[in-house]
């Protein structure tokens, strides 16, 4: 079990000690739940008052917190806790799955493909003609990986993913279980004669570096040229982005939310869960997107949107607000 003393985790924090403890920190855990020997965080001064009734040996917490951590016990001030807890959390990760042999016995390559350096290759999984695998990626089982792909360095890609042909995915990315890279876009049109027509869809995915993509999460090839995630971007679970949708850089995007074909979003623009986005819409640099709001017309920079359709959040308030007002008049 790993362990460390106050000193040799702020050591790591470079924060400010208030108060002391004699014990080793074996674990961060919750506030509510965590123990005399484990470390936990206050990163907003409502949850102030929870420290009182909580166990922790440890909490680190902003430059701001108004009270004080009590007999045997410490704070570690820092700027930012969040922050702060993700190096902590960092620090007691248990280890990854081990790889006994760098390239498994079971797994298929393809005698064209190019494996670069210290590459690990798990059990069942399928690399394609002409697929590239940068140094130190990390394919764990049964990933599949077409023809002409190639993978970046330091990328780290879990079980059950499939990536497409021709697709294409930066350095120090992480896709997790299941993830889809490059499915056919949703693509058909009305004939009279042949029903619904499958337009071919033959283009391709390219992802940027540093990108995550959730579980379960489909990323679709475009019709033509390709569907794009800009570097830095971060994709939750139960995402979908359509074909020939374009990621701007650090864009997130929350579980079960969805883009409809050909959308663009600028910089750092924030989707909430479940939203949905119509297709050919533009959003904005900045611009945030509500849980659970459908966006049918373009967005400006900066601008959060909320609601069925999507207006301006102050609108979307002032709107609830009145209907609320309404249905209890109607009550009485």
């Known amino acids: 079990m790993k362990s460390y003393s106050l000193e040799e985790i702020n050591e790591i924090l470079n924060g400010c000690i208030i108060g002391s403890v004699l014990q080793k920190i074996t674990a961060p855990e919750q506030l509510e739940v965590a123990n005399e020997s484990e470390i936990s965080f206050i990163g907003n001064k409502k949850y102030e008052k929870f420290w009182a009734n909580s166990k922790a040996g440890v909490a680190v917490v902003n430059e701001d917190i108004s009270i004080e951590p009590g007999e045997n016990r410490a704070f570690i001030k820092v700027k930012n806790a969040d922050l702060a807890m993700s190096q902590i959390l960092a620090l007691f990760a248990p280890p990854t799955p081990v790889f006994q042999l760098d390239i498994h016995p079971t797994a298929v390559v393809d005698q064209t493909a190019i494996i670069c350096n210290e590459v690990r290759i798990g059990a069942g999984c399928y690399i394609g003609p002409k697929v590239v695998l940068g140094d130190n990626t990390t394919i764990y089982p049964n990933v599949t990986i077409l023809d002409e792909s190639s993978i970046g360095k330091n990328t780290v890609i879990w079980s059950g993913t499939v990536i497409r042909e021709r697709c294409h995915v930066g350095n120090d990315c992480i896709i997790h279980p299941n993830a889809t890279i490059g499915a056919d876009g949703f693509g058909f049109r009305p004939d009279p004669e042949r029903g619904l027509v499958k337009i071919p869809q033959i283009g391709n995915v390219i992802i940027g570096n540093s990108v995550e993509i959730g579980a379960n999460s489909c990323v679709d090839r475009g019709k033509f040229s390709s569907t794009v995630l800009g570097d830095g971007c971060k994709i939750d679970n139960l995402v979908q982005i359509g074909h020939n949708?374009?990621?701007g850089r650090f864009c997130i995007m929350a579980g079960n939310s969805g883009l409809a074909g050909s959308v663009?979003?600028?910089?750092?623009?924030?989707?909430?869960?479940?939203?949905?986005?119509?297709?050919?819409?533009?959003?904005?640099?900045?611009?945030?997107?509500?849980?659970?709001?459908?966006?049918?017309?373009?967005i400006p920079a900066g601008?959060?949107?909320?609601?069925?359709?999507?207006?301006?959040?102050?609108?979307?308030?002032?709107?609830?607000?009145?209907?609320?007002?309404?249905v209890n008049d109607s009550k009485k």
């Open 264 to 298: 663009t979003l600028g910089n750092g623009v924030i989707i909430g869960g479940s939203a949905s986005i119509k297709d050919h819409t533009t959003i904005g640099d900045g611009a945030i997107v509500g849980a659970g709001s459908g966006v049918t017309g373009d």
């Open 245 to 247: 949708s374009k990621l």
């Open 303 to 326: 601008k959060t949107m909320l609601g069925y359709p999507a207006v301006e959040a102050r609108d979307a308030l002032k709107q609830w607000a009145i209907l609320k007002r309404l």
